[in-house]
C-alpha cells in the first residue's frame, strides 16, 4: 500500500488552506500524519515501510501522507521542518502536534491514541 504524497496544493485542499485561513481548521473526515521526510534520509527510510503497516492496520480509522520536504520546500518552511523525519499528528478537532524523529512502532500507536483519538482496530475487523 503506498501512501499519498502532498503538494502543497493538495496539501491546501486536504488538510489545512493556510492562504485562505488563518486559525488551524483541518479540512480531512479523518485524523491524519503527516510524514516530512527525504530521501536521503536514513531514519526516513527506516519508518517508512513501519508507516505503511500501520495505514494498513489502522485502515479507514486514519489517513498517513508523506510530504517529500526536498520537493516541497515551501510546505516545509511553513511547519519550520529543521530536522526530519518530523511527524505532524494531525487530530479531526485541536491543534496538530509534531513528533521529531524515527519513533518505535508502540509510539506511532501511543500517539494515534492520545492525540488522534483512534484506537486500533480489533484483529477481526480487519481487511
Not at 12 to 20: I, M
Not at 63 to 76: D, G, H, M, R, S
Not at 105 to 118: C, E, G, N, P
Request: aromatic share 12%; with cysteine; net charge negative.
Amino acid at each position: 500500500m503506498n501512501l499519498e504524497h502532498l503538494t502543497i496544493g493538495t496539501f491546501k485542499e486536504k488538510v489545512f488552506n493556510f492562504e485562505e485561513l488563518k486559525d488551524w481548521q483541518y479540512a480531512g473526515d479523518k485524523p491524519c500524519l503527516i510524514d516530512f521526510y527525504a530521501d536521503w534520509c536514513q531514519p526516513c527510510k527506516m519508518i517508512a515501510p513501519m508507516l505503511e503497516e500501520l495505514q494498513a492496520e489502522y485502515s479507514d480509522s486514519l489517513i498517513i501522507y508523506k510530504v517529500n520536504t526536498e520537493e516541497e520546500q515551501e510546505l516545509a518552511a511553513i511547519f519550520g521542518i529543521q530536522s526530519i523525519p518530523s511527524l505532524l499528528f494531525v487530530p479531526l478537532e485541536g491543534e496538530p502536534q509534531m513528533a521529531m524523529g524515527a519513533l518505535p512502532k508502540a509510539s506511532f500507536k501511543k500517539a494515534f491514541a492520545d492525540i488522534l483519538k483512534v484506537e486500533q482496530p480489533e484483529i477481526g475487523n480487519r481487511q
